[in-house]
């Protein structure tokens, strides 16, 4: 591979075997990072990164799942030899969805080499400007880290707020730019036109610690684990009714219920797992044997996401707690649009009314109105995201819904 100018490989930095790769390092000193990693590559050809990047099957891991080679090629693509520097890149680690705590780990365990896939990408697009995004908390690592190397010093580190909407792409462009973490409507892509109408390339800061992996040891490597569909590996978030709750690494196309278990969840525990999140769907028990990869998902109107499992134990009511998290997502609005600021409200309260009992025979096509009228129409995907997750609510537990409008709950006996 021709792709990098790299120091030749000391056997302490040799590629990572198995399925811990990126937390191979054991640690988050810049010492740790080198003696396992190896210096950072240094680029000489943008395009041929790009290509290792289309060959190695990378995805976005902050919920889209787009190519990533894709999207730094539009970036790159949409500066003219005449706007060379003019280029953004930004680091997304924020992580308003409350279930996700993947890149707070990250950030904390292996700072050195999402700053690697950052500075690989400003290369790659030849970006002037380089910010960092996240929680507070999170930066505090990030600044420590870029403090034990000269090569970082460019990065600048923004702030994003604890809302569920403050990592969307283009809410990350307007909150370092305006000081507001809103999504913006979409019209020109932010590749072509971002921040301060310059090309401006959002990626996930997971998805940037695997650039800086595959520059290091290739596409060929990066498939060695996973599925051909779901090369490599990814973080996934554990929660809800578990022992403990955690983040973990896994190969790409792993079945839920061997996630699970490697979590510590007994599976005869669980009636159904959310997955990707308070926009995700629900897996019934049933399914729990399927992959957890974007084509075996797709059948359940789910997705990979953002790497999320919030486990749903026997003897829990699934309608009350999912019009709990209705209940939030209509909180979280930008307050922008109608959709978010009177559907998805309302939304939530006729839920809670069949949560609550209510023999009203119109509220489930009442709840499903609204859903048909919020999605498609908002400025961001918040209302679609939220129609998704209320519409898999009724249709895997339709049975709870009917034992509702009857008058009890079968789950929890009352």
């Not at 990869?293 to 749903?312: C, D, K, N, W, Y």
């Not at 999912?322 to 609005?333: C, K, V």
């Amino acid at each position: 591979m021709t792709l990098l100018d790299q120091t030749p490989m000391t056997p302490s930095a040799a590629a990572p075997r198995g399925d811990s790769r990126l937390f191979a390092a054991g640690g988050p000193s810049f010492a740790s990072h080198l003696e396992r990693f190896g210096p950072l590559p240094g680029l000489t050809n943008a395009a041929a990164l790009l290509d290792e990047l289309q060959a190695a099957g990378l995805t976005g891991r902050g919920g889209a799942s787009f190519p990533t080679w894709r999207k730094m090629a539009s970036a790159r693509l949409s500066t003219t030899p005449e706007q060379r520097s003019a280029a953004v890149v930004i680091g997304n680690g924020a992580e308003g969805e409350p279930l996700s705590s993947k890149d707070a780990v990250l950030l904390q365990r292996a700072p050195h080499l999402v700053i690697d896939g950052l500075l690989l990408a400003a290369r790659t697009v030849s970006a002037r400007d380089v910010y960092l995004y996240a929680a507070a908390s999170q930066l505090a690592y990030v600044a420590r880290a870029i403090s034990e190397r000269k090569d970082a010093r460019s990065i600048v580190l923004r702030e994003a707020p604890d809302t569920f909407v403050s990592g969307e792409a283009s809410a990350v462009v307007n909150s370092i730019e305006h000081g507001r973490a809103i999504p913006r409507d979409h019209g020109e892509p932010l590749s072509v036109s971002g921040m301060h109408r310059r090309p401006t390339l959002v990626q996930n800061v997971e998805t940037l610690a695997d650039v800086a992996l595959v520059a290091r040891f290739g596409a060929g490597w990066y498939r060695t684990t996973g599925t051909a569909d779901e090369p490599g590996t990814r973080l996934v978030s554990i929660c809800g009714d578990v022992p403990r709750a955690g983040v973990i690494e896994v190969a790409g196309g792993t079945p839920v219920d061997a996630i699970l278990s490697r979590a510590g969840v007994d599976l005869s525990t669980v009636r159904a797992v959310l997955v990707g999140g308070y926009h995700g769907t629900w897996l019934p028990a049933s399914a729990l044997r399927t992959p957890l990869s974007r084509r075996e998902l797709e059948p359940f109107g789910a997705s990979t996401g953002a790497g999320i499992l919030m486990v749903l134990a026997r003897g829990r009511c699934a309608i009350t707690v999912a019009a709990g998290i209705a209940d939030y997502l209509g909180t979280q609005s930008a307050r922008q649009c109608g959709p978010c600021v009177n559907g998805l409200p309302a939304m939530a309260r006729v839920l809670s009314s069949v949560a609550a009992m209510n023999r009203d025979p119109g509220l489930v096509d009442e709840v499903k109105r609204l859903a048909g009228l919020v999605t498609g129409r908002g400025s961001c995907h918040h209302p679609d995201g939220t129609a998704r997750f209320v519409l898999s609510t009724l249709s895997v537990f339709e049975n709870d819904v009917r034992a509702h409008h009857n008058g009890h709950c079968e789950e929890t006996g009352s």
